[in-house]
């Protein structure tokens, strides 16, 4: 196999089945003693550690054949004279042949006015010089996602220039949610890009990487190549000042994460004001061992990169998507306070199944609030009412519950 095929076959979006796949991140971040960090399962590692024992079986001939293989790739993925071109050669990675994305953008709704007078506390006018940061939410359907999206918009309200990516992890679009993102009076795109249904039952499964794909497709389709992009996840916990932080990216900039598994932090290492390393629990391979909310890019120069990707890897998305830009360590800028300082946090929100409402359908009508509240909850995805199934709701009055009938007649 040539060094090229093998490359591909490596990196391609779907057949790429020597990576290691990651335990499902929330899991394996919490409990990465199932994993050895010192002892990094690396795909190619590990392909080459199968090779030289047939190498060893065959003898010398497999051997040289083996340095030879080694060293046309080494060639093939060198990327020329910077520092840490010798750890690019060694993961073999560096020059992929990504297949470019070609993405379904299915738009429900979009607006670009910005209909907010103020922004900490000042007009709109004053910040028409700012680049814009496209702050790209997966989101998926489930009890919290309505209650995530409005936390996360009253942050992005304080923002000037943003404009909102939400993209939905289902196939219909909820109008719930567009007449929500109206509401907020900023820039929005809101799109559904729904998991392909192979990888649905997948464990761990590739979350949100189809929504995020689909707005890498959204920024270039529009020729976007001027302003920040960042995957900002619908439940993490932004600092205002992140954002002054991103909007400065020149390539791509980089900062700690908080409350990521053991060591309850993700990020840079830094020497006299340069990313040298990476602090993180779990390596397993990865050159980019960061979080999704741990790096900002500007569109500028993701335009240099045709095979932008982010392939269905799950635990990989970061660094495939790096590598798929063409990221080196000396072009790394380290943010907040040269990473000493947490902007974002990766919160993570417990989820409960669906609540439920036993109430005759006969009284959801307009003689009380509840019809009403019911519906709006039921909208959102949050409760659902039942006439037969469970305990009946309990209606109290003075500390006393009271039928039905009285209350709601
Ligand atoms: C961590 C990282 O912080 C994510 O950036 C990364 O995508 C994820 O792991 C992963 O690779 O699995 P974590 O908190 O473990 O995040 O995962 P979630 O918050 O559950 O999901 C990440 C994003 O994808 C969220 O915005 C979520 O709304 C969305 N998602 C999740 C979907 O769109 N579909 C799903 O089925 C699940
Ligand atoms: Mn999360």
Same mark, same amino acid.
Request: charged letters at 25%.
């Given at each position: 196999?040539?060094?090229?095929?093998?490359?591909?076959?490596?990196?391609?979006d779907e057949?790429?089945?020597?990576?290691?796949?990651?335990?499902?991140?929330?899991?394996s971040r919490?409990?990465s003693?199932?994993?050895?960090?010192t002892? *990094?399962?690396h795909?190619?590692?590990? +392909?080459?550690?199968?090779a030289r024992r047939?190498?060893l079986? %065959?003898g010398?001939l497999?051997?040289?054949?083996?340095a030879?293989c080694y060293?046309?790739l080494?060639?093939?993925?060198?990327l020329g004279g910077?520092?840490?071109s010798?750890?690019?050669?060694?993961h073999g990675?560096d020059?992929?042949?990504?297949?470019p994305?070609?993405e379904?953008?299915h738009?429900?709704?979009?607006s670009y006015e910005d209909r907010?007078?103020f922004m900490?506390?000042?007009?709109?006018s004053?910040?028409?010089?700012?680049p814009?940061i496209?702050?790209? =939410? @997966?989101?998926?359907p489930?009890?919290?996602q $309505? *209650?995530?999206?409005t936390?996360?918009?009253? =942050?992005?309200?304080?923002i000037?220039?943003l404009? /909102?990516l939400v993209a939905?992890d289902?196939?219909k679009c909820?109008?719930?949610?567009?007449?929500?993102?109206?509401?907020?009076?900023m820039p929005?795109t809101?799109?559904?890009?729904p998991?392909?249904?192979?990888?649905?039952?997948?464990? @761990?499964?590739?979350?949100g990487?189809a929504? &995020?794909?689909?707005?890498? !497709?959204w920024?270039?389709q529009?020729?976007?190549?001027?302003? $920040?992009?960042?995957?900002?996840?619908?439940?993490? =916990?932004?600092?205002?000042?992140l954002?002054?932080?991103? #909007? +400065?990216?020149?390539?791509?900039s980089?900062?700690?994460v908080g409350l $990521?598994?053991?060591?309850?932090?993700?990020?840079?290492v830094v020497?006299?004001?340069k990313?040298?390393?990476?602090?993180?629990? /779990?390596?397993a391979?990865?050159?980019?061992?960061v979080?999704?909310?741990g790096f900002?890019v500007n569109?500028?120069?993701m335009? !240099?990169?045709p095979y932008?990707?982010?392939?269905?890897?799950?635990?990989y998305?970061e660094?495939l998507?790096?590598r798929s $830009? %063409?990221l080196?360590?000396n072009?790394i800028?380290? &943010?907040?306070n040269n990473? =000493?300082?947490?902007?974002v /946090?990766h919160t993570?929100?417990?989820?409960k199944?669906?609540g439920?409402v #036993?109430?005759?359908s006969?009284y959801?009508d307009?003689?009380?609030?509840?019809?009403a509240?019911?519906?709006?909850?039921?909208?959102?995805?949050?409760?659902?009412t039942?006439?037969?199934?469970?305990?009946?709701?309990?209606i109290?009055?003075?500390?006393?519950?009271?039928p039905h009938?009285?209350?709601?007649?």
């Amino acid at each position: 196999m040539s060094s090229a095929r093998l490359l591909e076959s490596q990196t391609s979006d779907e057949d790429n089945e020597d990576i290691e796949r990651r335990p499902h991140q929330s899991h394996s971040r919490s409990c990465s003693n199932n994993t050895t960090p010192t002892h *990094p399962p690396h795909p190619m590692v590990r +392909k080459g550690g199968v090779a030289r024992r047939i190498c060893l079986i %065959g003898g010398a001939l497999f051997l040289l054949l083996v340095a030879l293989c080694y060293l046309t790739l080494s060639g093939d993925t060198r990327l020329g004279g910077s520092e840490d071109s010798e750890e690019g050669s060694h993961h073999g990675l560096d020059s992929m042949n990504f297949r470019p994305l070609n993405e379904t953008v299915h738009i429900c709704s979009e607006s670009y006015e910005d209909r907010r007078q103020f922004m900490q506390d000042k007009p709109q006018s004053d910040y028409v010089q700012l680049p814009v940061i496209y702050f790209v =939410t @997966p989101t998926y359907p489930r009890r919290e996602q $309505i *209650p995530e999206l409005t936390r996360l918009a009253h =942050t992005l309200l304080h923002i000037p220039r943003l404009h /909102w990516l939400v993209a939905d992890d289902q196939e219909k679009c909820n109008d719930y949610m567009d007449t929500l993102l109206y509401r907020f009076g900023m820039p929005f795109t809101h799109m559904v890009s729904p998991m392909p249904s192979k990888f649905r039952n997948e464990k @761990p499964a590739p979350r949100g990487v189809a929504n &995020r794909r689909a707005a890498l !497709q959204w920024i270039r389709q529009h020729n976007l190549t001027n302003g $920040i992009l960042y995957f900002g996840d619908d439940d993490n =916990t932004y600092d205002l000042r992140l954002f002054s932080e991103i #909007r +400065k990216t020149q390539r791509v900039s980089m900062f700690p994460v908080g409350l $990521i598994a053991d060591y309850g932090v993700s990020g840079p290492v830094v020497r006299k004001g340069k990313v040298v390393a990476f602090l993180d629990s /779990w390596v397993a391979g990865r050159r980019w061992p960061v979080d999704m909310a741990g790096f900002a890019v500007n569109l500028e120069y993701m335009a !240099q990169y045709p095979y932008v990707n982010m392939p269905y890897k799950p635990g990989y998305e970061e660094d495939l998507f790096l590598r798929s $830009i %063409g990221l080196q360590m000396n072009l790394i800028e380290p &943010r907040g306070n040269n990473c =000493t300082e947490i902007l974002v /946090w990766h919160t993570q929100t417990k989820s409960k199944k669906l609540g439920m409402v #036993r109430l005759e359908s006969k009284y959801l009508d307009d003689r009380s609030n509840l019809g009403a509240l019911l519906h709006n909850l039921k909208l959102m995805g949050v409760t659902s009412t039942t006439e037969s199934e469970g305990r009946n709701a309990l209606i109290s009055k003075n500390g006393r519950e009271n039928p039905h009938s009285k209350i709601l007649s």
